[in-house]
């Protein structure tokens, strides 16, 4: 299980840093285990639009959804970087 103290550990930046995140990988993982954004947004107790509101930056991910979202898709604690805070080149 993800605590959230093991993500207060993992040093990742908000959105006030001016960083922009590249969620591909994160999306791929969705069609692979969820097949559609909307599935995974019901599993993940959010509506499909605050889910897209999300992966396009309009909001940010909060730290229970992301502790859920990795129970969900299988994304072991030392993954979150790279499918939740991977910069845009």
Same mark, same amino acid.
Do not use: W
């Given at each position: ?32 285990? =969820? ?34 979202? =990795? ?19």
């Amino acid at each position: 299980m993800l605590y959230l103290s093991q993500l207060s550990k993992l040093n990742v930046v908000k959105r006030g840093d001016n960083l922009s995140f590249d969620y591909s990988r994160l999306r791929g993982k969705i069609k692979e285990k =969820c097949k559609t954004q909307e599935r995974f947004a019901n599993m993940l107790n959010i509506s499909p639009a605050s889910l897209s509101d999300k992966l396009n930056e309009k909001s940010d991910f909060s730290h229970s959804e992301i502790t859920r979202a =990795c129970q969900i898709l299988d994304i072991p604690v030392g993954k979150i970087p790279d499918y939740f805070f991977c910069e845009q080149s």
